[in-house]
């Protein structure tokens, strides 16, 4: 017979005799259901929309211009059929708002309610004939034409009026007019001696003055509120292979090129006075916040607007983009892609965050922030989209997309507008 040894039963009697934690065992018993619902809760919900997703394309040829609002895409549409039209569709959804016929347009701005389409000269023998551009000003929210008149705007001249720069058979800017941006009343006129350039500039973002240059340097200020002169004089400008001009504050910035070498000379805008001119080889100068920056083979410096009293200088960076509030974007080269690229203080001229590498463009994003956009190494047909915050420098993913003709596409917070092939294409950001 064969003995199997149980132990000590008396022990075992006496264990299984133990009393039951039962507050014990309610509270892990909750535990397990809770853990049960929240697994069950997770895999019913919805997967979060991704980050970076395309909502529509349509139809862009080359010559089409292209504007956006933050609810409205504008588009100047070429048809062999007809006449050019001004297209209106919903940024989000891509549904048709509205079409006006208005024939080519090469410049679309939309301002205060109103689209400005700035089209080319109408042949003689037209009904409206005009010998240079024109602009038309739509409604907004209908595409109603509220007024049309000859000349052309310009980007800063738009208030609670529009400043039109009428043009000659030669040209050569003839006249200046201030008309009303809705009803298109005129509020001055004058006729003015024939210039090759003219500006506007603003004080405290409101538009102050506007000034003339002839292709002989004879400049002239005018008041914009009432086209009166305030001041004339000459200023180098001739005898180059090009010139040009800008306003930075009220400060006015003459940009003159002849052969390789780039020269820059700062004038105050009220009475033409040079102020100071920038004597090293510069590539560009442009407005860097509350300074004025020169870029070239030496460097990146800001200067102080009224004396050029260089203020801070990055030997390290040759090519400068301000990118507003106080915030410049600094790179070794032109190419960004190729570059280190850093996000700087306009201010100071210091680094905020890390370099950025690999950009190979870069568009307006949610208020206090830049969307930059690069092409993927693997695959090479993904563009991918990164959030840069402008306050601390900070780098945030938010995925990829079908590759993107990076270097012209357009951002307004939330969304890109880029050209693929024969369309253009709404991505929606964030």
């Known amino acids: 017979m064969t003995l199997i040894d149980l132990g000590n039963a008396g022990a075992a009697t006496e264990a299984a005799a ?8 309610r509270r892990l018993a909750l535990a397990v259901l809770t853990a049960v619902g929240l697994a069950a809760m997770t895999a019913s919900a919805p997967p979060a929309p991704p980050l970076v997703r395309p909502l529509w394309t349509t139809a862009l040829q080359p010559s ?42 090469y410049d679309l701005r939309p301002v205060g309610g109103v689209v400005l389409a700035t089209t080319g000269p109408l042949p003689p023998g037209s009904a409206a004939f005009s010998p240079g551009p024109r602009t038309i000003a739509l409604d907004a929210a209908t595409g109603t034409r509220l007024w049309q008149s000859a000349g052309a705007s310009s980007p800063s001249s738009v208030g609670s009026g529009v400043l039109l720069a009428e043009t000659g058979q030669s040209g050569a800017i003839t006249g200046l007019r201030l008309v009303g941006l809705r009803d298109g009343h005129q509020v001055w006129r004058r006729s003015i001696t024939p210039a090759e350039e003219w500006t506007t500039v603003t ?26 002169v305030r001041h004339r004089s000459r200023i180098p400008w001739n005898g180059v292979y090009s010139a040009t001009f ?3 504050g009220d400060q006015l910035v003459v940009i003159r090129t002849a052969s390789a070498q780039t020269a820059a000379a700062i004038y105050r805008a009220a009475d033409l006075r040079r102020l100071w001119r920038s004597d090293e080889l510069i590539g560009s100068v442009t407005g860097c916040g509350p300074l004025i920056c020169t870029a070239g083979v030496r460097g ?7 004396t050029g009293r260089q203020i801070w200088r990055r030997d390290d960076m040759r090519f400068v983009w301000d990118l ?4 410049l974007l600094l790179s070794a080269a032109a190419n960004l892609a190729s570059s280190t690229t850093v996000l700087v203080d306009a201010a100071t001229g210091r680094t905020i965050g890390r370099p950025l590498g690999g950009q190979e463009a870069f568009v307006a994003g949610p208020s206090g922030s830049l969307i930059l956009l690069r092409a993927t190494g693997k695959p090479e047909d993904r563009t991918a989209v990164n959030r840069l915050d402008l306050a601390d420098g900070r780098q945030t993913s938010l995925g990829t997309v079908d590759r993107l003709a ?6 307004v917070p939330g969304y890109l507008l880029c ?12």
């Open 300 to 306: 990146v410096a800001g200067r102080d607007p009224a």
């Open 246 to 248: 800008f306003p930075v």
């Open 419 to 430: 050209p693929r092939g024969a369309a253009l294409t709404v991505t929606a950001v964030g």
């Open 203 to 228: 004080e405290g973002g409101r538009p102050t003055s506007v000034v003339t240059v002839t292709p002989t340097g004879d400049a002239t200020v005018y008041g914009y509120d009432d086209g009166a």
């Open 18 to 25: 133990a009393p039951v934690n039962l507050p014990r065992l």
């Open 64 to 105: 089409d211009a292209v504007a956006v609002d933050g609810r409205t895409v504008y588009l100047n549409r070429s048809s062999p059929s007809g006449p050019a039209e001004v297209v209106a569709y919903d940024l989000h959804t891509g549904r048709l708002r509205w079409s006006t016929p208005t024939g080519d347009a």
């Open 324 to 327: 507003g509030a106080d915030r």
């Open 406 to 411: 990076e270097q012209a596409c357009q951002g």
